[in-house]
């Protein structure tokens, strides 16, 4: 397997001589794919884990086979060994058009909305109605219509459309302020799905507060708030009409996280330049799907919808597109996201400044791309499940089976901290001092 973790750690301004103590075991592939799934994997948790453990001089492991259950950690929710169901809508998938394919996204009931509106139809006429029309053209009219979805290309195709992707990590500090004492640090969590969500719950695992904020009408997906929330408060509140609480959150915040499209929460004063200058000291990381810049910057998307447009479902295909054996693109970024937040937020401690990290999921599929070559051969990969990379959380409607957060310190396993997944019942307050 190669070690890419060496050029990830120092893009996300660690120091080489943290390397040393992550040691990584298992198979070199524990993904089926034409890409170094595990190896990307293994890069981004190991970064996690480095900057999770930043000074302590503690050693830190990781086993793939946990790993490849950590990639895939919603295929494994139970609640008293039950199913939760599935995220993804039959309708969220690839679609044959007149010129070739579109992978749609209706997970959430507003973009089901959105996609019935464009396509003028019912729901069972869905695939008639997409092969009717042109891939490019139906994708244009989805995203202006407020839908998710995305056309098909090839890489060559996508980066003549695209422009130069953005790198996999960037970090800039945005403006002066005196280094914050130390002390436990609080997080708030504005992201949905799954990268942004990853990347906090990973924080929690490492100590962190965390209080997520979802807007009252816009309910999660049950099993994507089960496997997201742990370790986090979750509070519905509304940016539109509670400014002044939302000032409040800010100014007792370390780490501010936001998972949306470039703009999109700046109307809330959101901007990373805007809240350096209200509230010096401020650690935000942003997450988006198309980048900053460029064409795609202001696309709607998620981790399927990246894959179909960059090449990576034709690459992963055979006579029709395919995906990768995990949704890498948003688990990637979400702990390279955390690893990120945590460096940055010892270099605030020790040197002072507002800091701003921002990732892509076009960055970290522009990285992947860039590995093909690299990619384990097929064959040698295997599927790993195993009992003992889960873990049990009660809740007060039962016991909740969870995929552990990856990796080891100190020789002992990470564990979800509490409290339990509860979407959306937590007070909008910090709770320490």
């Given amino acids: 397997m190669a070690d890419l973790l060496p050029p990830v750690w120092a893009a996300l301004g660690g120091t080489a001589a943290e390397l040393d103590r992550l040691r990584v075991t298992g198979p070199a592939a524990t993904l089926r794919s034409t890409f170094p799934v595990t190896a990307v994997g293994a890069a981004a948790v190991g970064a996690s884990l480095l900057a999770g453990t930043l000074g302590t001089a503690a050693p830190v492991g990781l086993d793939t086979r946990g790993l490849a259950v950590a990639l895939r950690s919603e295929r494994y929710v139970r609640l008293d060994g039950r199913s939760l169901g599935n995220a993804f809508d039959p309708l969220s998938a690839f679609h044959r058009t007149a010129d070739g394919w579109l992978r749609l996204h209706v ?60 790198p996999l990590v960037e970090h800039r500090v945005v403006g002066a302020a005196p280094a914050r004492p130390a002390r436990r640090p609080r997080v708030l969590d504005l992201t949905r799905v799954i990268a942004g969500p990853v990347a906090t719950r990973t924080l929690a695992v490492h100590g962190a507060d965390v209080l997520r904020l979802d807007a009252p009408d816009r309910p999660e997906i049950p099993l994507q708030a089960a496997d997201t929330l742990a370790g986090k408060r979750s509070a ?6 509670e400014q002044a609480m939302l000032e ?44 900053h810049g460029g064409p795609w910057a202001g696309r709607r998307g998620f981790d399927s919808i990246v894959q179909a447009a960059c090449g990576i479902a034709l690459a992963e295909g055979h006579d029709e597109p395919g995906a990768l054996p995990a949704q890498v693109l948003d688990h990637a970024t979400g702990y390279l996201a955390a690893a990120g937040a945590l460096l940055a937020l010892a270099r605030q401690r020790q040197d002072g400044g507002s800091h701003h990290v921002r990732l892509s999921l076009i960055g970290t599929a522009a ?51 509490p409290p339990a997944p509860s979407f959306g019942t937590a007070a909008p307050i910090w709770t320490e001092r």
């Fill in 107 to 166: 997970n959430y009931p507003w973009h089901r909305a959105a996609a019935l509106r464009v396509l003028g139809c019912a729901e069972e006429e869905v695939a008639a109605a997409i092969a009717a029309r042109a891939a490019v053209e139906l994708e244009s009219a989805l995203h202006d219509a407020g839908g998710v979805a995305a056309a098909v290309r090839t890489e060559d195709a996508w980066r003549a459309t695209s422009g130069p992707p953005p």
């Fill in 236 to 241: 519905l509140f509304d940016l539109r009409v």
């Fill in 248 to 291: 409040q959150l800010l100014a007792g915040a370390d780490v501010v996280v936001t998972g949306y499209r470039p703009g999109a929460l700046d109307r809330f004063g959101l901007d990373p330049d805007a809240l350096a200058q209200r509230h010096p000291g401020l650690v935000v990381v942003t997450l988006s799907a198309g980048g």
């Fill in 367 to 417: 990285w992947l791309l860039g590995l093909r070559a690299e990619a384990a051969v097929a064959e040698d990969a295997e599927d790993a499940e195993d009992a003992s990379y889960l873990q049990e959380v009660d809740t007060p409607r039962g016991v909740l089976t969870l995929a552990r957060p990856p990796g080891t310190v100190g020789g002992s396993p990470l564990a979800w901290p």
